[in-house]
């Protein structure tokens, strides 16, 4: 059975940090590329960022670049995403994501299984 954890979340000040978790389980870990994605309240889900299966290649949205890192740990099969200057828009259940694939991508539907999400606001 396929098991992915999220934990990390919480309440932070815009300008703040956060490290999300990833815990996986039931699969290869190693075969598959992973991603996060998250749903702010009263929107669609978003994809964020993602990371190719062996590690070497990451990607991610726009609004995120340079401000969320996102990393991998194959030996402990879990996935992670350093998140820096934290702005409010950045609110949201944050999910992480199992690909179908070694390739990373920005389509919803190439990602065969979530997690139940980590809650993280941003606010003063």
């Known amino acids: 059975e396929v098991r992915l954890v999220e934990s990390g979340g919480g309440l932070v000040q815009p300008g703040g940090s956060l490290r999300l978790s990833c815990a996986a389980s039931?699969?290869?870990?190693?075969?598959?590329?992973m991603s996060w994605v998250r749903q702010a309240p009263g929107k669609g889900v978003e994809w964020v960022s993602g990371i190719k299966s062996g590690g070497g290649s990451t990607s991610y949205r726009d609004s995120v670049q340079g401000r969320f890192t996102i990393s991998r740990d194959n030996a402990k099969n879990t996935l992670y995403m350093q998140m820096n200057s934290l702005q409010t828009e950045d609110t949201a259940v944050y999910y992480c994501a199992k690909s179908t694939t070694v390739q990373v991508g920005r389509r919803l539907n190439e990602y065969d299984y979530w997690g139940q999400g980590t809650q993280v606001t941003v606010s003063s």
């Open positions: 039931g699969f290869t870990f190693t075969n598959y590329a």
